[in-house]
């Protein structure tokens, strides 16, 4: 009743995959597949992703699109003073409230970046604070193109995120969207 003791290089595939599986210091797939081809399990370790490349036109500057409601704009960013220009004219002007200017304001005091870009939007439709909100979206986005290591805390300040709400369509028999007309009883 002796048993026979197998050498290691004897053992079928399929075992040298489990016990390389049930192993503290293997890396998954990697050392399964090592083992697969024959190999000894000693895989290569796992590059990180590499950090993604600034997009930046031959002028200096990044572009991205932004949304909100039906507004939509095209953003433009560069190192500058921290002028913004939408439609060819100011902030001050164009968006003449303080809080749509504050919202416009947002993706510079997050990543602390306050007077060091310029931006020139082109925004059309909706209204002003749908518009305010599209260009938001857009410098947050153009920001992540010029600089990457900017995206993490943009993401965590839910910048990048698009605002998918939009107005609901008026249905037929109805007098808007949901709103029905009103019910008379004789």
Known sequence: MAQETQNEDEKP????????????????????GALAEGGSGDAAPVEAAAPAEPKIDNLGRSYATGRRKDASARVWVKRGTGQIKINGRDISVYFARPVLQMILAQPFETVERVGEFDVIATVKGGGLSGQAGAVRHGISRALTHFEPGLRPALKAGGFLTRDPRVVERKKYGKAKARKSFQFSKR
Do not use: I, Q, R, T
């Not at 040298?16 to 890396?27: G, I, T, Y």
């Open 13 to 32: 595939v399929a075992e040298k995959a489990v016990e390389a599986a049930s192993a503290p210091e293997a890396s998954g797939m990697a050392a399964l």
